[in-house]
């Protein structure tokens, strides 16, 4: 444990308040980068938004302050009085911590966040149901036309009423990415989207089985199709369940927002 | 190449999530410490040690402090005269149960709300019980730093309702050591810790408005760049955890009633994070561990871990450290089980 008021050689006072105005100001523009060119739907969910920009423009707004105090300190004195603070403990070295907040924020403004792919599906496990660990569905619209519902209608859907012969016989068309799951023969695939309630650090996915009429090789893994079939139960890994009998898959772009609420 | 890529955008993600509620908890710690005065709270506490115990930990919500924060109020609160059960209730209970804590908790668990009100009542009740227990050592300064200690008051004998003021005043003259007169209220003391003598009133309170804003700012910068740093190691080690550790050793641990317990309080312990953002680090386990392990977690983490100790050293003498610790501990585990039995 050291404190700040630790003596710093008087020929690098100056180095201190210089990093923390360049990671203040490196965080303020890392925020505001991601909020303008729109990567911040990959790290959270829309409704946090307002913060991260409300965030990023306070640390410029903050930075910008103590650089002008800054160069109008080194102007008048050519050296900098440490400030009289109440003495303040802390765990790192002086320096040690805003040079590592800065450092971070130069490689995220270089770094573009990727939105999760089939990978970190199979990892954390695609389901057709929410299991108790998961949050709990925040709506539910039971009167929409089956050909309406997305993956995530149909989930929640079966998750409150899980009979899949219930389902047998309607319309579906859903929009997703696909995953090849190891554990379902060739003939199907996973089409599937990831559903975020904060940021990225919760986001799981969820899918639906498609049953095709030739091998999935056709259907890369992680690309985006709109699939419009015909729900039909099936016994996959003994276990019943419901599966889209595909009558046409359309290949669409990835979508800007790669989750789903 | 591609799990990189995913460790760092989780990575980002908890960050760009978790620094705006660091940077308000920040902002408002920094705008009470120096605008509040912590002599005209002690003076309204009751006398009563549980109601005293219970009053410090909700003091949480009017100084919105996280465990950084609250180490040095809660030291100034015991060199100012402070009953034991407040300051233990308060050092305990602050960083949780505050107003920017409950909304970054809600935020984090907004589906699961009965995670956000465990967490605060839970906290609430373990810090007032632990309060409690400290009042009954009426004489905290064999427990406290010998420079904490030679600072405290000396506590009376028999406390006669109605006479405390003027006794407290005379208990301060006749402390030993080197004092200069002529201040206002009392004489100011020049020997032992500078730095715990600067601590017995709030020296920002003196200086005029102006002066003030500056050190506010001063101190909202050293506070961002301590946290920020532990926040960034602590995003570090969930997005590790998540990406590289397979999923088969984290559902193991994490679905045992009891392993998840004590692997996420060892975890709450030395990731260190701040209780502002520690429900996110949290948010990222939410699907592998049980919720009563997310709220031992949550509850634990803020009260003791290895930054935290390091803070508590420069006040408490490592017994009363290793007291806090177990006590806190396991009332923790205890509630952490039921949750995993009867409400999990």
Known sequence: MTTSAKPIAPRFLWLQPLLDVLAILAWGVLLLKYWLTGKVNVLLHPGYIWLVYCAGFFLLSLGLYKLGQFLWQMRRSNRLRPTAMP???????????????????????????????????????VTDTLTMTRSQPQAFRGNTRPEDRSIVDWVRTLNVYPEPDAYAGQKASVEGFTIHLPSLPDSYLMISRFVITCCAADVYPVGLPVKLSGSRSTYPADEWFRVEGQMITETIDNKRQLVIQAERLQSIPKPENPYDY | MNQINNALTLFFSLLVEAIPFLLLGVLFSSALLLFVDERRLIQLVPKNPLLAALVGSLIGFLFPVCECGNVPVARRLIVQGAPGAMAIGFLLAAPTVNPIVFWATWTAFRDQPELVFLRVGCSLLIATIIGWVFSTQADLRPLMQPSIARAMPVPLE???????????????????????????????????????????????????????????MDNMIQELRELGGILILGSAVAAIVQIAVPREVVLG??????????AMMVLACVVSICSTVDSFFALSFASTF??????????????????????????????????????AGQMTFLAALLVNLYIG
């Open chain 1, 87 to 125: 003495a303040h403990f802390s765990l790192f070295p002086a320096g040690w911590s805003s040079g590592l907040l800065l450092a971070v924020a130069l490689f995220g403004l270089q770094f573009t966040p990727q939105p999760f792919a089939s990978d970190v599906a199979l990892n954390r496990g």
């Open chain 2, 253 to 262: 641990l994490g679905q045992g009633q009891i392993s998840s317990i004590v």
């Open chain 2, 158 to 216: 028999k406390p006669a309702k109605g006479k405390s003021k003027n006794q407290d005043s005379t208990a301060t003259l006749l402390q030993s050591g080197t004092f200069m007169l002529g201040q206002k209220e009392q004489p100011f003391r020049l020997d032992g810790n500078p730095a715990a003598a600067a601590l017995t009133a709030n020296p920002a309170l003196e200086k005029p408005l102006p002066d003030r804003l500056r050190l506010m």
């Open chain 2, 290 to 327: 049980t919720t009563g392990s997310l709220l031992a977690f949550l509850i634990f983490g803020p009260m003791i871990d290895l930054k935290n100790i390091a803070l508590l050293l420069s006040v408490f003498r490592t017994r009363a450290i290793v007291y806090l610790f177990l006590l």
